[in-house]
């Protein structure tokens, strides 16, 4: 009999279908292992960022950085030169200005300048002067509850007063009280009666709050459902979007407050 040399289109067409059904079944396993070695590293980075916030505080005096607008600069984390990566969720590491959109995208607040206005009462500014401006870069936000601004500051750049920031790290429930976390913007206030965003999906804006609130900052569906955060212990994990409004933000947050009307893209994920 004739020896045959090769493969028949059959056979060709059976492999073929093998290899397509091991890559389907493969595929979505190696794409949820990529996910979760990213938000390991998100966790890690998160970590890292806290204790070098502890670590300034240990040497002023327990309290924590005074501007929740330049906690970067102060905790010396950027440069104009070659960028922190520490700073960046790997799951949003591009700028807006690089194509990235929300809520996967880094925000870069070097070019936004000072535009901030000096109100002064008695010849004493009571909020934020104009050199108190926004710089930094990444993708993780400051609790802007949790900074230490000047005893002459009477309220936050959110209208809110500071005698409702935490100041110091050592507070009684820091493991509720969040320090850092996933966000579109250098810093956020959030308040018990702030509203969701209205869709999942911000485009390409870097700060969008508007009249529903700074909760929309964290409110990020970043990583399935969740954002990652440092508290004030030090402990990191996995925050649900919904759950946000669970978390002591400041001294004044009132948890039990009722949860607001979930926007349809936030209605299936998990209650709390």
């Known amino acids: 009999m004739k020896e045959r040399n090769g493969w028949t289109l059959l056979e060709l067409l059976v492999a073929m279908a093998i290899v397509g059904l091991l890559l389907s079944i493969s595929l979505p396993a190696l794409r949820r292992a990529r996910l979760q070695a990213r938000a390991v590293i998100c966790l890690s980075r998160l970590r890292q960022l806290g204790n070098a916030t502890v670590a ?26 070659e960028r922190n990566e520490v700073l960046f969720c790997p799951m949003a590491a591009r700028f807006v200005s690089e194509g990235g959109r929300q809520p996967f995208a880094a925000y870069n607040a070097f070019s936004f300048g000072d535009f901030l206005s000096t109100t002064v009462t008695g010849g004493v500014p009571d909020t934020f002067s104009t050199h108190d ?41 820091a493991s509720t009280v969040p320090l850092l976390a996933d966000a579109m913007w250098v810093d956020g206030f959030p308040h018990h009666t702030d509203e969701p965003p209205e869709c999942g999906d911000a485009g390409p ?57 979930w926007p349809g893209w936030m209605k299936g994920l998990r209650d709390y």
């Not at 990444?138 to 509850?145: D, T």
């Not at 900052?217 to 969740?226: A, K, P, Q, Y």
């Not at 954002?227 to 759950?243: H, Q």
């Open 56 to 81: 300034w505080a240990d040497e002023n005096g327990g309290c924590t950085v005074p501007s929740s607008r330049r906690w970067q600069a102060q905790l010396r984390l950027h440069s104009l030169g």
């Open 205 to 261: 804006s870097t700060s969008y709050t508007g009249t529903r609130g700074q909760m929309g900052v964290f409110c990020l569906n970043r990583h399935d459902g969740c954002v990652n955060v440092v508290f004030l212990d030090l402990a990191a994990r996995r925050v649900g979007l919904k759950e946000l409004w669970k978390l002591k933000w400041h001294r004044e947050y009132d948890l039990n407050a009722p949860v607001p009307k």
């Open 133 to 173: 401006v926004y710089s930094g870069y990444g993708s993780y936000g400051l609790n802007g509850w949790a900074s230490n601004p000047s005893a002459h500051v009477q309220t936050n750049p959110s209208g809110y007063p500071t005698a409702n920031h935490w100041r110091c790290v050592a507070v009684k429930g």
